[in-house]
């Protein structure tokens, strides 16, 4: 899990991909406040040394929060990033094989469910979700209760159609299989 702690803001931020993380986490958090985190992925003996130390009060004490977004959406968002040029395959091939694809590792954590990242023993587990499709409006909640008066910046995105475009029946029933947790949990439609 993608956990990136910050103990001079005092919250917790868990990168799910494809929802404005790295706009999130890189470009203002890191690149243009400069504040200091601890990342589970890129400092890992940190992490556990940090985890070691966590109880449930100090859980409670911190303010956490991470993205979501349309699974639909995210698969499409998914494609463009990283099959499209890695694979040069069409969409429909992608998604119909998808579970051949797994076996990329980076690719499979991009396209994971976020319920993965939100939620324990299939109850949530954090203060604060930002749905991708109102990031702007949810970033400004996040943004008042940490205490910053930036912007979020927009980075890494790719650039495509709206994600219907890209569905048939089939690999829409695909998806909606394959990220059913996503879609139950947070509530979403095609």
Same mark, same amino acid.
């Given at each position: 899990m993608p956990v990136v702690i910050c103990e001079s803001m005092n919250f917790i931020y868990i990168r799910n991909s494809r929802t404005a993380s790295t706009s999130l986490y /890189?470009? %203002?958090l890191q690149k243009q406040l400069r504040v200091e985190t %601890? !990342?589970? #992925? $890129?400092d890992p003996d940190g992490f556990k040394v940090w985890l070691k130390q966590l109880d449930r009060s100090k859980w409670d004490g911190y303010y956490k929060f991470s993205g979501i977004r349309n699974p639909w959406d995210r698969i499409v968002s998914v494609y463009h990033y990283i099959v499209k040029n890695r694979y040069k395959i069409p969409f429909a091939e992608y998604v119909n094989n998808i579970r051949k694809y797994d076996s990329? #590792? !980076?690719l499979f954590e991009h396209r994971k469910p976020c319920s993965v990242n939100t939620h324990f023993k299939k109850q949530p587990m954090l203060d604060f979700l930002y /749905?991708? $499709?109102h990031i702007n409006q949810d970033f400004a909640v996040i943004a008042k209760r940490i205490g910053i008066k930036q912007r979020l910046p927009r980075k890494n995105a790719t650039q495509h159609m709206h994600y219907r475009k890209y569905y048939d029946a089939k690999t829409r029933a695909i998806v909606g299989k394959l990220l059913a947790v996503d879609v139950k949990n947070y509530n979403y439609k095609y």
């Open positions: /890189r470009h %203002l %601890l !990342n589970s #992925k $890129e990329d #590792k !980076n /749905r991708f $499709e």
